[in-house]
């Protein structure tokens, strides 16, 4: 939907994920398309509750046209590069992030700030020249502003692919470069649903925790597509070409579809080994959340993340928990999985 | 940001802390900003603060689970020669040193009765 404020045309785009309302507005074609793509499959044409998540992206051409400075009491959180907020790795964009009033500033420099008022409900992106940004990186702030808002409302994200077998959800943690997207593409091939390929999102459901579709396209590096005949053969319309990755829907190159809300129920944490064979070495509870701590949990409202803490000790406990060493056995690898999830009840 | 802290590594100058930790007029109380959930007899600490993780042997988790303002350093040194087949110097080297890390990390308070 396209109107005016002003003589500035405004985009609006509304979504729902699993009844939570979503409205995102911005006053450039630029910020538009990228959050379209991102949240194609929970686009809807009007929203029935009452109180949506607000998102209000804006193009600004230099850093002092951003309307917001930092108060003398803003606080520090956290500095450096790579995840700022919520639990994406792939860029080394340098940030910091403030707290300011109860407001959560993430500032990334010369890209442009966040404003991110939780407890309204209310996130403001002020981006410098998008239309000169890879449309990835806006997809990627603006995936930031929605995890944190989310976060609030009892929606949690987490960094590991997804699927899902006969109603059982598979999670599989892990930074890149361990055989994370590797594994889930030999799952994938062979029959499991769709979930996410980098972001499930997880709901405290009281008695257990369910695991919800995060559907997004999926990214692939040159080395994990030599891994499958499919991919190696797929046109650049259905595997897009892209530096350092490459990216495809699932549905397009596979017999899959969207899976649905599931209970997990399985956890794997891959890490490549140079053997013939894959294997997979059983972790006790306490090893598996201090391996998933770091894949979801950042601190930034103590409330927020303890609530967070506990959802991620319930999946622990609702769910078997491996490490697995996955050797050179790639398109093998359902063999060694799917017995797995046949024992689980 | 995550660390994970084992309990009871060994520490040189636990005497020390003995002394001056002065168990029977200590009572100890878990930090509110702390979570932290047992699973399988071990338990995973966040400090809600730093956003720090640690992770308690089954002793330690025994130790945490006493803290809760009511039990000096010599109750829950009795508990664990109650509970744990170990000898009781062995005991209270072992829960001063973890009392005097957790308490370092900001995961735990002191108060004198």
Known sequence: MTMCVGDQPMTESLFSL???PVRYVTTSPFLAAPVDELLRHFRRDSLDESTPLVLCFHAVQTRADIPWTLSLSARRLASGTGAAIGDRRETNLPYQVFEDGGRLIADFCDVGILVIDSTQGRADGYLIKPRTMHESL?????????IELMRRRGLYTIHATALEKNGRGVLIPGNSGRGKTTSFISLLRSGYRYLSDDHPLLRDAGTHVDLLPFPIKINVTEDTVAFFPELREAPDHLLHPGFPKRAFYAEKLYP??????????????????????????PLSKPRALELLLPQALLVYDADVARREFQVLAKVVQQVDCYRLHFGRDILDLPKLITPLLEEVT | MSDTHHALSPQSTVSELVDRLMPQQTILRQNRDVQGTTMDGETVLLDLSTGRYYTLNRVGSVIWE??????????????????????????????VTLVTQLTQEGLLQQERR
């Open chain 1, 18 to 20: 699993y009844g939570m």
């Open chain 1, 256 to 281: 899959t579809s969207i899976g649905d809300c599931c209970r997990p129920a399985l956890v794997l944490f891959p890490h490549v080994i140079d053997a013939p064979h894959s294997r997979l070495e």
């Open chain 2, 66 to 95: 006493h803290c809760t303002g009511h039990h000096t350093i010599s109750d829950i040194h009795a508990i664990l020669c109650d509970r744990f087949d170990v000898a009781p110097e062995r005991a209270l080297d072992d829960l």
């Open chain 1, 138 to 146: 806006i997809e990627y702030l603006f995936h930031l502003a929605l």
